[in-house]
């Protein structure tokens, strides 16, 4: 948590502002989170502290129609009414305080109103009165009903300490009702404000006053506003907004359910995301706590002990994605200009008519004869009137069309330009949809891309998707992300604890004997292997030995009932070295690019034998005379954790594209072989069971224009969760995919050929510290094997959990990188972690989830040994 230094000065006390919206002063319980929250900054921080309430919930609707209703006297005398006798309600049966004494002079006010001369022309100054009525009533409650439970509170007028201030550009009825003030403060007016009451002091949100004595409102986010203005008068140690979300979020969780909470903002960050579509705060009321540098933090009113959104000048800058956002009903403007290219004072004809409309234009795309602008709805009155009249004016000096209804989806984080590389997979994404405009903002904090309007809804969660898993969003960098919504939602649902968790002892004793050192569970790789052998759709599994092909895995997984799948002759070797007496038929091998000596060694031993062109076929058609072969498609796409790891598209070089596959038939004829078989894996760690289902679809509507086809082996590629926050792979929607599938064609029988899925969680690597050195600031603790043990995190930029195992129990240290002894700077197995402050040479470390593409892609390099392998069987 943050130890903001207290912004006063010595001889100033030290403020710490609460706010609470509407909800929260709705219930007696509420308020007895309030008091207690004033109880423990003043008791435990030593602060004074100033609570800003919100009206009521449904209070400032309720007064906003009175306002709206000016012209009749009854009505607004019976809504006032209403309203009087809703707050005694509130008073005597939630409070259990007495009306008449607490509301009494209050209720009087408001109901004087009805009969204020203002009111029939609904003079602004009245409607501004009206208005305020709420936080004045709902501050009094609360002041009320904490001094009754023993707490000493003040209760003061936010306007005797908020002044509006008129700006050039205000209309009568924006300084009236949509006011802003003057926030400096000094060390005289905070003495002042000390000297005016007791340490404890409630508040009124969205009132402040005007400069004719009267009242003057905020207007919308009035109270966040108000809270702010007060931090930064009184130069607090920080402004707290208690809202019914546990903070900002990396997306709006009610559309993307896996969007993270974000721990840490600097304010520019927090400001662009407020602005881009965010509802937690309302983007006016940062301005005020920055220019004061006084920090900002987002909790939860239901949930007091999460610990929010801190947003503060201290941030560590992390560059990378912090949200992705979206606001609709965009409209964009295209002007093609008649005249010259680059014609002079084109921009400025063009820009005076948006002037002349009223219409401020928020993104802008430019190219030598074409000025592509967007009209943000939340900024503009965009009727269609108004675009008509537009559009007339502009056409004296342009060729214009209008392109709307349209969404504008926003990327936002700091260090936007040096991320484009990690973006990949988003233009990809956006590739595949019409994007009418792209711009940058100047100042490096966003990138944004306007589609078509019903197409963001469905994007935003696979874009969130794309963006954690390219690194783009770095949502493993501590103190900056927090929990999903997903998991914050749930009742705590913790994942059964891993292997080694439970057997700690026996770990650390391997790690004894020598490390770098990986330690494999057999009675896990069996558990996963139960599963797949429960599926009732699949005929035959395959375990795609490369994921570990340790001798002690493959007799464990024959064991269970599983065939083989292999991509090299060594693979072959090595598999019949361990199982002599495997039958060739529960064998397949897929090679890619191989020798042709490899086919000829595979179909020797009688295994099924993969192609994945025609060259084979073609160069070497003896070898296939009278053969049955497994011919590997291209569906087209691929999928997966990494680019790398995608193994389908135009980019990836295995399987035949579909459209070739005439010509390859007719090769398997004039070569006198038998396709009997369609294969397909198009990547790995894919979470999606979509997936599988669209590649068997698309190889069932091959296999039938084949005929001789008897199965289809839809690959491996089934995710696992790195990160204890992700959810688990959903293997029963798996299950359920494949059943649909199975079902659908039932001439075909179903193959998968898994490898991470069951090996990865029951292999760990253990390593010892060599040294632990902080350089300028970064701590690094190193490790006796980095990229050479695990090319993983350096290849993938791959997250695998690490852990001090020997110091399970300690508090967490500064964030640091984990570092192998490799001459590369890539040699980094993992960022930014938070092991215990204790960790010193010699401790064991532990790299969670490493059995699969582990050990079998360690490398001599620098020349280091490769790492043990020892087996744990019961
Ligand atoms: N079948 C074929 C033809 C494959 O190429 C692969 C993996 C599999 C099955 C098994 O896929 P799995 O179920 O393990 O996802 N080194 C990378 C993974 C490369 C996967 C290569 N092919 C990593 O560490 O993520």
């Known amino acids: 948590m943050s130890q903001a230094a207290p912004a006063a000065g010595a001889e100033t006390p030290d403020w710490i502002v609460l706010k609470f919206g509407g909800t929260s002063v709705s219930r007696r319980e509420r308020w007895d989170t ?101 936080e004045l009533l709902s501050s009094t409650l609360g002041a009320a009903y904490l001094g009754s439970r023993g707490f000493a509170v003040g209760w ?49 949100g969205f009132i402040a006053r005007a400069p ?30 208690w809202t019914d979300v546990p903070g900002m979020f990396s997306a709006n969780p009610r559309q993307v359910p896996d969007a993270r909470l974000l721990a840490r903002l600097d304010y520019a960050e927090a400001q662009e995301i407020a602005t881009t579509g965010a509802k937690v705060l309302h983007p006016r009321c940062i301005h005020p706590c920055r220019e004061a540098r006084v920090p900002l933090w987002i909790r939860d009113t239901g949930r007091p002990d999460m610990p929010g959104t801190i947003i503060d000048a201290s941030a560590a800058t992390v560059p990378g994605v912090k949200a992705i956002s979206s606001r ?11 005249g010259m290219w680059q014609q002079v004072g084109f921009l400025s004809d063009v ?46 000096v342009c060729r214009v069309k209008v392109i709307a209804p349209c969404a504008a989806i926003t990327l936002v984080g700091r260090g936007m330009r040096s991320l484009l590389h990690k973006l990949s997979d988003v233009w990809a994404e956006f590739g595949r949809e019409r994007v009418h405009l792209i711009s940058q903002s100047s100042n490096d904090l966003n990138l944004t891309f306007v589609v078509d309007e019903d197409l963001a809804e469905d994007m935003l969660p696979r874009l969130h998707a794309l963006l954690a898993r390219s690194g783009a969003m770095p949502v493993h960098e501590p103190g900056v992300f927090g929990p999903s919504w997903r998991r914050l939602g749930l009742p705590a649902q913790p994942r059964p604890p891993s292997w080694w968790r439970r ?32 599926l009732p759709a699949v005929d035959r599994r395959f375990y795609a030995l490369k994921a570990n092909p340790h001798p002690a895995v493959l007799r464990t997984l024959e064991a269970e009932g599983f065939g083989f799948e292999c991509v090299s002759a060594g693979e072959l070797a090595h598999l019949f070295a361990v199982l002599p007496g495997l039958a060739p038929d529960r064998v397949l091998f897929t090679p890619s690019f191989a020798p042709r000596g490899e086919y000829e060694a595979a179909l020797a031993r009688g295994v099924h034998v993969t192609v994945d062109s025609a060259y084979p076929l073609r160069h ?137 899925y069951l090996v990865a969680e029951a292999g760990v690597l253990l390593l010892s510290v060599t040294q632990v050195v902080a350089k300028q600031g970064l701590r690094r603790v190193g490790a006796d094997a980095g990229m050479n043990a695990l090319l993983r995190p350096a290849l993938y930029d791959a997250w695998h959990e690490v852990v001090n195992l020997g110091r399970m129990d300690e508090a967490e ?55 043990r392998e020892e087996v744990l069987d019961d």
């Open 503 to 534: 057997r700690r002892r026996e770990v650390l004793e391997a790690a004894a004997r020598g490390t770098p050192l990986y330690l494999y569970h057999l009675p896990t790789v069996r558990e996963r292997a139960r599963e797949l052998m429960a």
């Open 351 to 396: 820009f005076q008519r948006f002037k002349a409309h009223g219409l401020s234009v928020d993104l802008i795309g430019s190219s030598e004869s074409n000025v592509t602008v967007s009209l943000d709805p939340s900024d503009n009155l965009v009727s269609t009137n108004v675009l008509d009249a537009l559009c007339a004016d502009l056409s004296e």
């Open 813 to 867: 240290g500064p964030p640091a990188d984990v570092v192998g002894p490799i001459c590369e700077t890539g040699d980094v197995l993992a960022r930014g972690r938070r092991l215990p402050a204790g960790t010193a040479e010699g401790d064991v470390l532990l790299v969670d989830h490493a059995g699969a593409y582990g050990a079998v892609m360690a490398n001599r390099y620098n020349l280091r040994e490769l790492p």
């Open 156 to 204: 003061l007028d936010s306007r005797d300490w908020l002044q509006a201030q008129p700006l050039p550009n205000q209309n009568d009825w924006s300084k009236r009702l949509s006011a802003s003030c003057a926030f400096e403060g000094d060390a005289a007016l905070r003495a002042r404000f000390a000297a005016a009451g007791p340490a404890l002091r409630i508040a009124q």
């Open 620 to 756: 070497w058609p003896h070898l296939f005379r009278g053969r049955d072969l497994v011919l590997r498609v291209d569906p087209g796409f691929g999928q997966g954790h990494h680019e790398k790891v995608r193994t389908g598209g135009r980019a990836a070089k295995f399987g035949l594209a579909a459209d070739e596959l005439g010509e390859f038939l007719q090769a398997a004829r004039a070569a006198g072989a038998r396709v009997v078989g369609l294969h397909a894996h198009i990547g790995s760690g894919i979470h999606d069971p979509g997936h599988w289902r669209a590649v068997h679809a698309r190889l069932a509507g091959l296999a039938d224009g084949i005929g001789t086809v008897a199965f289809i082996d839809v690959g491996g590629g089934l995710g696992v969760a790195y990160d204890p926050e992700a959810d688990p792979f959903d293997l029963e929607a798996y299950g359920r995919v494949l059943a649909e599938a199975r079902a659908a064609w039932p001439q075909y029988a179903l193959w998968i050929e898994p490898g991470r």
């Open 212 to 241: 004719d004595g009267g009242t003057a409102i905020l207007g919308r986010g009035g109270s966040d506003t108000s809270a702010a203005y007060f931090g930064a008068l009184l130069g607090a140690r920080r402004v707290e907004i």
């Open 328 to 338: 609709r009903g965009i409209v964009l403007v295209s002007m093609e200009t008649i």
């Open 34 to 134: 309030i008091g207690g929250l004033m109880k423990r900054r003043a008791g435990e921080e030593g602060a004074r502290v100033l609570v800003v309430v919100s009206a009521v919930t449904g209070v400032t609707n309720a007064l906003q129609a009175v306002a709206d209703g000016h012209a009749d006297r009854e009505g607004t005398r019976t809504r006032l009414e209403e309203l009087a006798e809703l707050h005694r309600r509130f008073c005597s049966d939630e409070l259990g305080l007495d009306p008449e004494a607490v509301l009494g002079q209050r209720l009087a006010e408001l109901l004087a109103l009805a009969d204020d001369p203002r009111r029939a022309a609904g003079d602004l100054a009245w409607q501004a009165e009206v208005l305020a009525q709420g």
